[in-house]
C-alpha cells in the first residue's frame, strides 16, 4: 500500500493578487478597482464584483486561496453535488457539519486521549450515512489535519462516486492480501484529504473485517492521519457496522429524521454498547 502525500506550499497573497490572476485582468482594470475599492470605502473584491471585473464566486474563491481554505470550483461542484462542505463551505447545511465536528473535537480528540478513528454507523439504508461520512470528513480536512475516508461499505460502497475516484483497487484487496499500490488517493483541490475506496465488491464482506488485518491496518492508518472516519454498510444488512466499530475505536450514529424506528435505534446502540468503541453521538439527518 502506498500513499500519494502531494503537499501544496501556498504563499500568503493580497485578494487583490489572486483576482487579477484568476480573472486574467489588467493593470488598468486592478488601477480602476483600486481607485473606487477607495471611493467607496469598500474592500477590493466588492469593488471589483461591482465593477463587473469579477463575480461574488470568484471572490468565494480568491478568499479560499488566501486564506488556505478548500472552495470546490464551479465544475467540481457540479461533478460531487453531495459534497455540500466543499461546495458551499459557508451555507448552513456546511455550518452544522463544522457544529458536529466542534462536538467531535472536544468528545474524542482531547489532548492524552487514545487515538481512535470514527465509524459512521446507521440502522438503515437511505439515513445519509455515505453523504454524512463524506462531509464529516471534508470539515475535519477543512482544519488543515490530514485526514482519510475509508468505504468500508464493502456491500453499497458510494464514495468513489462521491468524490469521483477511481474504484479500481482498494480497501478489499488489501484485507483479501493482494499487493495494491496507490489505493489512497487524493480529493482535487482539498491537499489535506484522502480517500481509500472499496475497490472490487467482495463476496465475504463481514469475513474480511473480521479478519485481524482490518484491525491492524486502522492502527497503520491512525499513525499516518490525523483523523480517520470510516463508512459502514447499514446495520440493517448485518454486523459489518458494529465489527467495523470495534476496530475503529470510536462510532458515530446517524438516523434520518421523522423515519428511523425508534425500537430499531435502540438496537443498534445497545448492540454498539457491547463492542469496546466509544459511542460519541447520535445525529438525525433532516437533509
Not at 193 to 200: N, S
Not at 230 to 253: E, K, M, N, Q, W
Request: aromatic share 6%; net charge negative; proline share 5%.
Amino acid at each position: 500500500m502506498t500513499v500519494d502525500t502531494q503537499d501544496s506550499n501556498v504563499a500568503d497573497r493580497s485578494i487583490g493578487s489572486i483576482l487579477a490572476d484568476l480573472r486574467n485582468l489588467s493593470a488598468d482594470q486592478v488601477e480602476r478597482i483600486v481607485r473606487h475599492q477607495r471611493d467607496k470605502s469598500v474592500r477590493f473584491g466588492e469593488a471589483a464584483v461591482a465593477l463587473g471585473f469579477a463575480s461574488n464566486d470568484d471572490v468565494l474563491v480568491a478568499l479560499s486561496q488566501q486564506f488556505h481554505y478548500p472552495y470546490a470550483p464551479e465544475e467540481r461542484r457540479e461533478a460531487s453535488p453531495e459534497l455540500v462542505a466543499l461546495n458551499q463551505p459557508f451555507g448552513v447545511q456546511a455550518e452544522s457539519f463544522r457544529a458536529i465536528r466542534s462536538q467531535l473535537m472536544m468528545r474524542l480528540f482531547n489532548e492524552g486521549q487514545e487515538r481512535r478513528a470514527i465509524a459512521v454507523v446507521s440502522p438503515e439504508s437511505g439515513d445519509g450515512k455515505s453523504f454524512f461520512a463524506a462531509n464529516l470528513a471534508v470539515v475535519l480536512a477543512q482544519l488543515g489535519g490530514r485526514t482519510l475516508l475509508v468505504d468500508a461499505d464493502m456491500r453499497h460502497p458510494r464514495q468513489h462516486d462521491v468524490f469521483g475516484l477511481d474504484n479500481k483497487a482498494g480497501l478489499s484487496g488489501i484485507l483479501s492480501g493482494r499487493a495494491e499500490a496507490n489505493v489512497i488517493q487524493q480529493v482535487a483541490g482539498v491537499p489535506s484529504l484522502f480517500v481509500l475506496p472499496v475497490g472490487i465488491t467482495p463476496p465475504n464482506p463481514l469475513e474480511l473485517v473480521e479478519r485481524p488485518a482490518f484491525g491492524l491496518l486502522v492502527r497503520e492508518l491512525l499513525s499516518k492521519f490525523d483523523h480517520v472516519v470510516v463508512d459502514t454498510p447499514a446495520a440493517c444488512y448485518g454486523s459489518d457496522s458494529a465489527v467495523i466499530a470495534a476496530r475503529c475505536g470510536a462510532a458515530l450514529v446517524l438516523a434520518r429524521k421523522d423515519r428511523a424506528s425508534v425500537a430499531t435505534l435502540q438496537d443498534l446502540v445497545a448492540n454498539l454498547a457491547e463492542t469496546p468503541a466509544t459511542l460519541a453521538g447520535v445525529v438525525f439527518n433532516e437533509f
